[in-house]
């Protein structure tokens, strides 16, 4: 499968400390791009790396992508408790028959106590 | 104020039944999909239409059907074939592809429970 794949399945950390979430995946991409889910709610795009580009910021957001070990990380600096939420990755790769797909992978559950 | 809109938020099906799923936007986007999300899994593609009138299957596409008549609206109809219905349904919109950079804007789901 080409999914990604999180890791941690879950983490729970203090308010202010970094946390820190990889994706792994298995074929070559596009692009990578991670999202964010309220607990019963839809996904928010957060940030999108290019397949040719090492690391991404957006405010308190660091994006890296090692295409050669086919993983990228996310660091989320200075945790608060609004972080909470599941966090995915998706790759967006050219399948057989040269269509375009964006799989996403099962997330990460991000807990950030008080 | 832009975005996508779903309803209900939840829905109960009965055995036997067909149900429908609303997805709306107005962010004028091309492209619109629709995923299923199971209790602690990612999500799957279940189908993805990239212009009125055509619309292609995805990865679970197998108890579903969907339509595409107008551009800001992508109806998912569960039917009673699909016989595990019950999960948390996303619809996605986003402009179509250019150069595989597009992001999908999400709209908040329906959750589907059988009775």
């Known amino acids: 499968s080409q999914q990604g794949e999180e890791d941690p399945q879950a983490l729970s950390i203090q308010e202010g400390e970094n946390a820190t979430m990889n994706c792994s995946y298995k074929t070559s991409i596009n692009n990578l791009q991670w999202y964010r889910q309220n607990s019963g709610r839809g996904l928010v795009h957060l940030i999108l790396?290019?397949?040719?580009?090492r690391e991404k910021h957006s405010g308190r957001l660091r994006v890296t992508l090692d295409t050669s070990k086919k993983s990228s990380s996310l660091l989320i600096t200075a945790s608060r408790a609004a972080d909470t939420a599941s966090y995915f990755c998706a790759t967006r790769f050219i399948a057989q028959g040269g269509s375009e797909k964006l799989v996403f992978g099962k997330g990460t559950k991000l807990t950030v106590n008080p | 104020d832009g975005g996508i809109t779903q309803s209900p938020k939840y829905l109960f099906r009965k055995e036997g039944q067909n149900v429908t799923l609303s997805c709306e936007q107005n962010?004028?986007?091309?492209?619109m999909y629709w995923y299923r999300q199971d209790p602690g899994q990612g999500l799957r593609l279940i189908y993805y239409?990239?212009?009125?009138?055509?619309?292609q299957k995805g990865d679970i596409a197998e108890g579903y059907s969907v339509s595409r008549e107008k551009k800001e609206s992508f109806p998912l109809t569960v039917t009673s074939a699909q016989k595990n219905p019950t999960a948390f349904y996303l619809c996605a919109s986003s402009i179509l592809w250019i150069r595989g950079e597009e992001t999908q804007y999400f709209g908040p789901g329906t959750r589907l429970l059988v009775l």
């Open positions: 962010l004028n986007h091309d492209a």
């Open positions: 239409s990239q212009i009125v009138n055509d619309f």
């Open positions: 790396i290019r397949s040719n580009e």
